[in-house]
């Protein structure tokens, strides 16, 4: 299945860059322009900040959850010590029972 959707993937890529491979475009940046710039060039870097962008949102998820999860361990860690010491309790019986 996965090999039939890399397979999907990269003929639309090669279609996308055979369709597109004539097409010039203007890039407009904050700090520059750019005139007559291959359409795939601007697909490409498009692409390229796309993966950045996701892969560092993905660090912080990661180490947001793995912060979270090290909090829990310690909260469990304290209850657990906190039911043994209740464990360990002697049980005082009232006389008139």
Excluded: C
């Excluded at 359409?39 to 947001?64: H, K, P």
Aim: aromatic share 10%.
């Amino acid at each position: 299945m996965r090999v039939l959707l890399l397979l999907v993937v990269i003929v639309v890529i090669v279609g996308f860059s055979i369709y597109n491979s004539a097409e010039r475009v203007a890039v407009h940046l904050i700090i520059a322009s750019y005139e007559n710039v291959p359409m795939i060039v601007v697909t490409y870097w498009a692409f390229v900040l796309g993966m950045l962008v996701s892969f560092l949102l993905g660090i912080a998820y990661y180490l947001r959850i793995t912060n979270q999860m090290r909090e829990r361990e310690k909260d469990n860690k304290r209850m657990l010590a906190e039911l043994t010491a209740l464990r360990n309790r002697p049980i005082d019986m009232p006389e008139e029972v």
